[in-house]
């Protein structure tokens, strides 16, 4: 697999994680306890809940293919492809149903384009 699709793979794995972790946390036996006072209780409901385990595991997966593409690139051309995870982020934002305003569109677009600019250095 070439560099440039690995760093892809790893950054969905990224991507896929946040929207595990988001489900986890949103899951009603999370919340309940998220709006007590913090205890033993609440460390053992968010990290025994399986969406949250599912998010931690695939930002394990993540970063072991990210460890191909640092064992390729220099971290100045590598780091920075880190932030099409914002791109691919909003992407699935809107297909959950998130709502996404035009400025944060434009950020991320902006953010995207100089990626572009970085990966043709």
Same mark, same amino acid.
């Not at 053992?44 to 025994?48: A, K, N, P």
């Given at each position: 697999m070439n560099t440039l699709l690995t760093a892809i793979v790893s950054i969905a794995f990224s991507v896929a994680a946040q929207f595990a972790l988001k489900a986890g946390m949103s899951?009603?036996?999370v919340r309940e306890?998220?709006?007590?006072?913090?205890? !033993?209780?609440?460390i053992?409901?968010?990290?025994?809940n399986s969406f949250v385990l599912g998010g931690f595991f695939l930002y394990g997966l993540g970063a072991m293919v990210w460890l191909e593409v640092l064992s390729?690139?220099?971290?100045?051309?590598?780091?920075?492809l880190v932030? !099409?995870?914002f791109g691919l982020t909003v992407v699935v934002g809107l297909l959950a149903g998130e709502q996404v305003t035009m400025?944060?569109?434009a950020g991320v677009a902006l953010i995207c384009a100089?990626?572009? !600019?970085?990966s043709k250095s």
């Open positions: 899951s009603a036996e306890v998220m709006a007590q006072p913090l205890a !033993l209780r609440t053992v409901t968010v990290f025994s390729k690139w220099d971290i100045s051309k590598a780091y920075p932030g !099409l995870g400025l944060r569109t100089g990626v572009f !600019l970085v």
